[in-house]
């Protein structure tokens, strides 16, 4: 499908890893449906620099956590919300896309709403709004001239106050993560077939790391007291690898930290089990079949402001989708290694919690479902849609 005689211009804004993955997809997605007649700018990972975007600058200066710990970073944060406006002005793109991360990219939205532009402006995720701050759904149609979701009941909470929306499909359906190869992963590190790999996944932001890391870390200590046999695998990411690599080098236990994308989905599917920061890649360990549980916390006065705020029963997305807690969810004074642990032996042992969650994942993947066209797809054609108008 080509919609323009000329290669079109656009702008994308991720900035965060899970936002990279997604900018990616689309990139190629786009480039399919152009015949390679688009060009690329903006702001992204290493995946969208693979794909031709030149990122403005490094985001992992905005991979921050809570909303405690946002407050030093803040100057920092506002010079690169006007580096981004002045750039767009400055490329004057056909369509701009701010992928996931709301509260940079609603800022970047407003300022550039600000400058009359008439530059079209979507937003690719939609903000939690069933979760909590229901009130910016009456207000986004201000800044965002169209919303794709990842969700199916996402629309309903948008389009009564005048925003355009469309669901398209979660794009973690289109992930490579299922089709991992074990095998080759245990041959590429030398890891013996009696060994028991367990996937280790604190997160991909600096405070999620500072935060969790060391919780995980305690358990897997505990874990191999109890079964020699284990084997840990923390795949992370080029944001937070450096600081993983220094929490992991004196914990006294052997983990191997990878960070490719091939090495991350083949320790998926070679792992036993998962011990997981709540996220896309929980939704992930789903999608792979992986058992798992979910812990997270933050600093006490961002969690306090969380409970404020937060208006749902659980954090966990397969959870909330089948409206049943099937991922266990250790948050706040839960996460530490003695619940995890308890957790883990259940799952290990095929009692009760993996039966829920074998049978659960099954559902989630159904409700996410799989159409004629990957979700990437389906963002890229309505993007597209909205340029032609």
């Known amino acids: 499908m080509t919609i323009s005689d000329r290669k079109l211009k656009i702008y994308l804004v991720a900035g965060e890893p899970s936002g990279d ?36 600058f490094d985001i992992s200066d905005l991979a921050i956590m809570g909303l405690a710990e946002i407050i030093p970073s803040i100057p920092k944060v506002l010079r690169h919300i006007k580096e981004t406006v002045d750039d767009i002005i400055r490329v004057q793109p056909d369509v701009v896309v701010t992928i996931d991360s709301w509260s940079f990219a609603s800022r970047v939205q407003k300022a550039l709403r600000k400058k009359k532009t008439g530059i079209p402006q979507v937003h690719y995720v939609a903000p939690q709004v069933w979760a909590w701050k229901k009130k910016r759904a009456k207000t986004m149609y201000k800044y965002v001239d169209h919303l794709l979701t990842l969700l199916p009941q996402e629309p309903k909470y948008f389009t009564p106050y005048h925003l355009p929306t469309t669901f398209v499909g979660h794009p973690v359906i289109e992930s490579n993560v299922t089709k991992g190869d074990a095998q080759a992963f245990r041959q590429k590190y030398a890891i013996a077939p009696e060994k028991r790999i367990i996937a280790v996944l604190p997160g991909s932001r600096h405070n999620e790391v500072a935060c969790l890391l060391p919780v995980f870390l305690e358990t897997a200590k505990q874990m191999h007291q109890m079964d020699e046999n284990f084997c ?20 006294g236990v052997d983990i191997l930290v990878v960070e490719t994308e091939e090495d991350r989905h083949n320790a998926f599917v070679a792992s036993e089990a998962a011990i997981a920061a709540s996220g896309t890649v929980a939704l992930e360990l789903t999608i792979a079949n992986i058992p798992h549980i979910v812990a997270y916390k933050v600093s006490p006065m961002s969690a306090m402001l969380v409970k404020h705020f937060l208006h749902i029963q659980f954090v966990n997305l397969s959870n909330i989708l089948l409206g049943r807690e099937i991922i266990p969810e250790l948050l706040q004074e839960r996460c530490i290694p003695v619940n995890i642990l308890s957790y883990m032996k259940n799952i290990l042992s095929h009692g009760d919690w993996y039966d829920k969650q074998m049978e659960g994942f099954e559902k989630v993947r159904r409700i996410l479902g799989m159409g004629e066209q990957t979700p990437s797809e389906n963002a890229a054609d309505a993007i597209f849609k909205l340029i032609k108008k």
């Open 232 to 251: 840990f695998v923390i795949p992370t990411v080029q944001t937070v690898a450096k600081r993983v690599k220094e929490m992991v080098k004196d914990c």
């Open 21 to 56: 993955a997604l900018g990616a997809r689309l990139m190629r997605a786009m480039k399919k449906k152009t015949n390679g007649n688009v060009e690329f700018f903006g702001l992204g990972g290493d995946l969208m620099a693979g794909e031709g975007i030149k990122p403005l």
